[in-house]
């Protein structure tokens, strides 16, 4: 009587696809063509832009606190309550 388990063989073949080898030439060509062309990479633009918003971030925060800390006075708060409608 046969006993179950794993065959010798079975199952999809070691190694990348075709498709797989084809995307990654693609992508090492996208590359190089660009760091020829002296362009930047999506994700060297996106990094640049995440700094930038945090430090927009860091800066709107420091503002509100000083905000906070400084007393207001009955005629900015007018004119902040003006602005706001």
């Given amino acids: 009587m046969a006993k179950g388990g794993a065959r010798p063989g079975a ?16 992508a090492a060509r996208t590359v190089t063509d660009a760091n020829a062309a002296g ?30 800390v400084a007393p207001a006075n009955g005629h900015q708060m007018a004119e902040t309550a003006a602005l706001a409608w």
């Fill in 11 to 26: 199952g999809r073949p070691c190694g990348p696809s075709k498709a797989t080898i084809e995307k990654s030439l693609i």
């Fill in 39 to 68: 362009k930047k990479l999506a994700k060297e633009v996106l990094e640049e832009i995440m700094h930038r918003m945090a430090e927009m971030a860091a800066l709107a925060n420091d503002h509100q606190k000083a905000e906070k």
